[in-house]
């Protein structure tokens, strides 16, 4: 068989190699990339004072989102990619649609490496025309199809954003059913989408006749959700949060509705500070599944543990014992610096745990 | 008055000093390495282009010989650019810190016959870590030239000023070979290992892929002017080949670097390491083209204590580095290029007989 356009590639993959097509196409048009999706800032707009949201306009094999899914957004700070998941806070394409913009929106966390950066008044880590990579769409915390009749949509703080898709989705639908939509911030100047809230309630009863929503401020309590929503147990409950919050979800479930209708999003990984000095810590392997606890290099703790990591030098200059590092935080024996971020490369003959830490071994 | 050795002491404030700018280097690393290199990319990926298609119209073109010539000389910068300031320096990792997978030492396959694992094997572990120590690093002579008196003389020796000048023109094949141990392998077929049959395998396959695109599938699309383009690239290569030969062979064996026994390396201290790093190489000077054009290994020194910081920075390292080896009076071996290869040229006339003392000088310490 003699397909042309097949041949075409396979040809112009030899003429190019050892480098691949990708390889050119990203340098003119990376937005074409097949390696890896990438999309265009067309917008960075302030959401409040300590928030932003990212209009991207993603490359043409970028896959559709369903609502309340998240990306893994790889943006390059100082020189060094870094990546980080946000829920898609925009309403999901119609059937067979794709697509123009996506928009993610990000509330800084003050300890944090990349998100003060974008935020604030000065950030400057992202532009107008910049291209950033974005991984696909992930994650089942997304309505069903059809979507249940009695739909409660609950978040706090920055959480709201995967509930907001959802919300954006079943308004562009016009959905018919009853959709109850809470939403607890600290404090006015806290509240996301404020003003698109209002318009939606506004217009509520021509566009989505069953829908109902209400900011709350202030932290959540127990017998809030029983207190606002009556037959708790007769909805599907969608909820995103901080941790204590999604405690309170569940305990108030427990108590007067269904806790197997309850779908969940936990939306930010709580923050470690580095431990101190020459703390040592406990190395997971993942691929293995051994464990290994200890201070010093990686190497010899995984090596104690029985495996056989590939190396050379020992002593950290040939980079052949580099692994992949899933998370936790390491300190380079030789100068001191340490790593925090998680998927990133090491080398374990001179990198030290601080704190628990998983390696791809 | 300089001198190569230090007492323990001084060798660990020695030691001490280097690492501080190590640390303070890494911790500066950032943006301004991330563009350079990108920068770089671009200007490869514009001069291979550019290079392969004047390659093309140079067959159409009146101007046939200036034209040839310009696609032929940026196809050779191009593979030059490709192979020491990038393939190099990414496979020692200089770039990992960046995140970056098209610039990570665990992927990065650069344009040349040698495949990149077996290159970060024989030069990163083998070469890098044991740096001119007899018997164990086989970068001194390539397993086939005599570069220090302490190896044993045969008559062998007296080819190698020619064989040293094929080395030169096909210096991409040598390093392929290198560490397969390619002499072993064909002449002693009982003894060869899985592993060494293994890594002919990737070689042949790679170097098919090499062969192939230069040899056949480019000149092929040239139609009428096939020959015109083999040419070029055959040249491009070969000039690519001289170039990294000379830099190569400029790093470590000028008159002045050192060889070191086995037992160099026992209980060595960091100090100890850098110090040997330093007396087994040797830096060349020149413009910043030169620099570039030689991936920065010009300051082999440099490369040689820090393989991988980013190495556009070692000429601002180097002013530190040869301000310490002052303080602490360790010679810091730096001449112009032209010297450095006048250097090499005289020493492997000089092996390629036997020594004039009888092979007595420095063996074992
Ligand atoms: S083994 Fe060489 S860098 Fe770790």
Known sequence: MLDPLSWGARLASALVYPRTLDDFVGLVAPLRSRRAHHAEVVLVRRETYDTVTLVLRPGPHFPAHR??????????????????????????????????????????????????????????????????????????????TPVPDRLLLVSGGSGITPVMAMLRTLVARRHRGEVVFLTWAKSPRDTL????????????PLTCPGLRIAVVHGPMSEGDLAARVPDLASWEVFACGPSGMLDVVRADLRKHGDLTKLHTEQFSAPTRPPAPEGEGGEVTFARSGKTAEGRGPILPMAEGAGLRPKHGCRI?????????????????????????????DIRICTSEPVGPVVVDL | MTHTTLSPSELESFGAEIDALLTRTKADLGERDTRYIRRVVRVQRGLEAAGRALLFASGFSPLFPVVWALGTGALAASKILENMEIGHNVLH???????????????????????????????????????NVRGVDHDLGYRMLRVDPSQPWTPLALLQPLSTLVLGLLFQWGVAAHDIDMPKYLFRPSERTEEQREKVRELFAKAKKQLRKDYVLFPLLAGPFALHVLAGNLVANVVRNVWSFLVIFCGHFPEGTETFPPEALDGETRGGFYLRQLRGSANFEGSWLLHVASGHLSHQIEHHM??????????EMAREVRAICGKYGVAYNSSSLSSQVWSVAKKIVRLAFPSAGGDATPTAA
């Open chain 1, 67 to 144: 609502a309340g899914q998240h990306t893994a957004l790889t943006l390059e700070i100082d020189g060094v990619r870094r990546t980080r998941v946000f829920s898609i806070a925009s309403a999901e394409p119609r059937a067979g649609e794709r697509h123009r913009t996506i928009e993610l929106t990000i509330r800084a966390r003050p300890s944090g490496l990349v998100t003060p950066r974008l935020t604030g008044r000065d950030a400057r880590a992202l532009r107008e025309g910049d291209i950033v990579e974005l991984g696909a769409p992930r994650g089942d915390f997304v309505l069903g």
């Open chain 1, 193 to 204: 989408f404020r003003a698109e809230l209002d318009a939606i309630a506004k217009a509520a």
């Open chain 1, 316 to 344: 950290g200059i040939c980079h052949t014992c580099v692994c992949r590092k899933v998370s936790g935080t390491t300190r380079d024996t030789a100068t001191g610096a340490l790593s925090t971020d998680g998927d990133v």
């Open chain 2, 93 to 131: 990792g200089q770039y990992d810190f960046t995140n970056d997978p098209t610039l990570s030492s665990q992927t990065y396959e650069w344009d040349i016959v040698c495949p990149s694992e077996q290159w970060r094997h024989s030069h990163n572990v083998l070469h890098h870590t044991y740096t």
């Open chain 2, 306 to 315: 820090f393989p991988d910081v980013p190495a556009h920075r070692y000429p």
